[in-house]
């Protein structure tokens, strides 16, 4: 079995934050994010658990956890509102872009994918989209990309679609 080693100010740091009262003052700290890439990193390889790449390997949220995801993002729809007024979908689409590029910068900040998360449902809602609507959406997407031809793999690199001439 693998271990990690933590140091006096990390286990503190986990310390405060799992006992009463608890603390979650040092978690928006560059040292609170190293902290937590290094015990995520530990479970991971504890589990000898991998990115996910199959369709058929990715976990189905059901049961707690998706009530659980249900209830954030409305915590986050009535804060949203709140914080930053009735706004359209433009100010978080924008915002997107930002974080996305902030992920893709350091892809195992889970931050930043929360970030893009509650982006895209808060334009999302903004806009009246339902999640039945995008779902349809993107079974009709997924058709039209399956069809398209796609350039050699790179790495690092978006990868657009071969355009045909008509």
Known sequence: MKTIQLSERELSMIFSMLTPPYSVRDTHTDEFNELRNKV?????????????????????ETGSLLQLRKLIRQRHAEWSDATFGNVGPVGPLKHLSKEALEAADNVIDLSEWADMQ?????????AGICDGEITAAMEE???????????????????LHIKTTP
């Open 40 to 60: 995520f990193y530990a479970l991971r390889d504890a589990q000898n658990d991998e990115p996910v790449s199959n369709r058929d390997e990715l976990p189905e």
């Open 118 to 126: 509650f982006l895209l449902w808060d334009a999302q809602r903004r």
């Open 141 to 159: 997407k997924l058709k039209v990309n399956m069809a398209r031809q796609w350039p050699e793999q790179k790495d690092g690199e978006p990868r």
